[in-house]
């Protein structure tokens, strides 16, 4: 071999090295990625706990004297006011313990021990005859009429708000609506009934919800989030959006920029608290994200090791060390100023840490999440211009938390009635909680008006 054929050689195996080794680069990339994906829960990522694969159990304790004296303490505080007490008991004594004496004086309370039941259920049936009556001089047969208030529905607002709670609040199918209706109240329903129940009331708050879906988009600070939804198998999407005195709840069929725009509107001065979903930036406003799921992101950064395990865990200290302060802050325990003050020292800080590994973070997505928090730095600190800002989207999730319970007994819905019915309901239910009032008082006042023939009566303030 000539001393010109071994130096082609050498240089076709050094450029077979470089591919290779560009190769392995890719692979051990490859296989970071597939590891991480593979240890991903829902303490390192956005994923839902249900996608944890084991839960350490922890060993048991001798709890039962603290039981025992947890379970006095909610006796007693369960008791019942003695105006709503509907027969009073008296066990007073015959005769003295000590002498067997029966002559007693009159004494006082010394304990008292309430028992709570329900009557037996019975529905209450009423049955409208019209009688047909002969004419005694002229033989004409005469039918009676039927009062011109009387409802031509079989079932009336009681059980329908039944119905109605239970498919929503309940968290179960309508099927399963049907059995707890039979089996609690004595009440047969079919299954068509009952889904033209929940359609009728779709149908009698229209007006209602769209009147809070308006007054939603005039909100000043909005938490706002999403979850899938399927329609016949097909993903769709559960947007949720909630303010001060109302949460609203729509199913869009995508996840973009055009649904957030419909669900939020285009007010310009307010502030809305998201995780880092780019089509949010297309809704006008100021953006705080949600510190819950970047200490989430910042977990995942730390089980990756080598550098990103040091970078990851200051990063996720430094926003739980916030969100430690602000709880001091609202139980009184540290002043606004002094807060703000904290934050300001963090941000620097914080500042400093993503640079570090914007510029030398071992993974590339380390690096990809540090370039993007500093290009959007300003949209983490937020909360500092505003009292009412929160840290996290907590509240948020834990609306949607109805929603996915929902999704997974019933698989979504069937049709555009189905998908009607969850927005409305659960946005009126969830509008209501947050006031304080009843659901399914309302509902049962839904259904009294709308068999009188008038509109449904206005959500409470």
């Known amino acids: 071999m000539t001393y010109e054929e071994l130096q082609a ?19 051990t990339e490859t296989v970071r990625d597939l590891k991480e994906l593979l240890n ?7 994923s839902p706990p249900s996608v944890n694969r084991a839960f350490k159990r922890r060993e048991k304790k001798d709890k039962s004297n603290k039981l025992r004296k947890k379970r006095a303490v909610n006796m007693g505080l369960q008791r019942f006011p003695q105006e709503q007490v509907d027969r009073f008991h008296d066990h007073r004594p015959t005769n003295c313990s000590e002498c067997d004496s029966t002559n007693l004086t009159y004494g006082f309370i010394k304990s008292r021990h309430q028992t ?22 002229c033989g004409r047969d005469n039918l009676g009429q039927f009062p011109k208030d ?23 199918t309508i ?45 000043d600070l909005c938490y706002v989030d999403e979850t899938g939804w399927y329609k016949r198998s097909k993903k769709r999407w559960v947007w949720q959006c909630a303010t001060s005195k109302a949460v609203g709840f729509m199913i869009s069929a995508n996840r973009g920029a055009q649904a957030a725009r419909e669900l939020l509107g285009d007010k310009r001065d307010r502030i809305l608290v998201t995780d880092r979903w780019e089509p949010y930036d297309a809704v006008p406003g100021q953006r705080q994200y949600c510190f819950a799921h970047l200490i989430r992101n910042f977990r995942g950064v730390e089980e990756r090791g080598r550098k990103d395990k040091i970078l990851g865990g200051l990063l996720r200290s430094s926003l739980q060390s916030l969100c430690h302060d602000r709880g001091l802050w609202k139980t009184g325990q540290l002043s606004w100023e002094a807060f703000v003050e904290k934050a300001h020292t963090m941000k620097t800080a914080f500042w400093e840490i993503l640079d570090i590994g914007r510029k030398s973070a071992s993974y590339r997505k380390t690096k990809r999440l540090c370039d993007r928090l500093l290009k959007e730095f300003d949209r983490l600190w937020v909360f500092t211009k505003d009292q009412r800002v929160e840290l996290t989207n907590n509240e948020s999730e834990r609306n949607l938390r109805s929603i996915v319970l929902k999704r997974k007994v019933s698989l979504g ?34 259904f009294r008006s709308e068999m009188s023939g008038l509109e449904a009566p206005a959500l409470p303030i």
Not at 40 to 46: A, F, T, V, Y
Not at 124 to 136: A, Q
Request: hydrophobic letters at 40%; a positive charge.
């Open 116 to 137: 709570v039941d329900l009557p037996p259920i019975k529905p209450i049936v009423e049955e409208h005859r019209r009688w047909s009556c002969r004419c005694k001089g």
């Open 9 to 27: 050689l050498c240089q076709q195996q050094q450029i077979l090295i470089q591919k290779q080794a560009i190769q392995i680069q890719e692979l």
């Open 175 to 219: 099927r399963k609506a049907i059995a707890i209706l039979q089996e609690l109240l004595c009440t047969k329903t079919t299954l068509g009934t009952s889904v033209n129940v929940a359609n009728h009331f779709s149908d009698a708050v229209d007006a209602r919800y769209k009147s809070l879906m308006g007054e939603i988009k005039t909100e």
């Open 413 to 446: 819905s069937w049709g555009e009635s189905g998908e009607a019915f969850i927005a409305k309901a659960y946005s009126i239910m969830a509008t209501l909680a947050k006031r304080g009032f009843s659901f399914a008082h309302y509902v049962r006042d839904v």
């Open 40 to 46: 991903r829960n829902s303490n390192n990522s956005s």
């Open 150 to 172: 009387l409802t031509r529905k079989t079932y009336g607002p009681n059980i329908r708000s039944w119905i109605v709670v239970l498919a929503t609040k309940g968290n179960v």
